[in-house]
Each structure stands twice: as C-alpha cells, then as structure tokens.
C-alpha cells in the first residue's frame, strides 16, 4: 500500500509537440533532483521516461505514464509525465 497523501503528491505534465525536447526536459529534471546518477537519451535509448522497447526504437514517447516511480523531495511525492498531444501523437505514432 502506498503511504503517500493525495494533498503532498505533486503531478507535472510537460508537453509538447514531437520533437519538442519533452522527453530530455524530463531526463534533465531526474538528473537534477537525483533519481539517476546519468543524464538519459532519447538518441541513445537511456532515457528514462522512454523505457519500452518500441519506444527506445522509434525515439518517440508513446505511452502516457509516469517517467519513473514517485520521487520524494521535501517530503512530497514529485510525478513526471512527458506527454504529446493526442491529435500530434496520432500521427506521430503510426
């Protein structure tokens, strides 16, 4: 069971068009507050808010989900999502 207060979980959606720079914005932030000791890819596939196979293929994001498990800073639960918009995504994706 998950311990953490709706009122101290803090939900951030970055987005963007393709290619935009979402998916490195968030890599930049896990680097910057911690959760990674490297600084992901989406070139390279380290990314760490682009984690399935089809998604490290393709260098695009496909999946709406948090781009790793809940953070805590400050004592509050930090959630990042990266995130097209469906109508670019559609197209993008096929």
């Known amino acids: 069971m998950n311990d953490n207060s ?3 979980t803090r939900n951030f ?3 963007g068009h393709t290619g935009s720079g979402k998916t490195t914005l968030v890599d930049a932030l896990l680097y910057k507050l911690g959760v990674n000791d490297r600084l992901g890819s989406p070139a ?3 990314s760490m808010a682009d984690y399935t196979d089809e998604e490290k ?4 994001t496909i999946f709406a989900k948090p781009s790793t498990p809940s ?3 400050r004592g509050e639960t930090l959630n990042l999502f990266s995130r097209t918009p469906r ?3 559609t197209f993008s994706a096929r």
């Open 44 to 46: 390279t596939g380290s």
């Open 87 to 89: 109508a670019t995504w």
């Open 13 to 15: 959606v970055i987005a």
């Open 57 to 60: 293929s393709r260098k695009i």
């Open 6 to 8: 709706v009122t101290d």
């Open 71 to 73: 953070t805590r800073q």
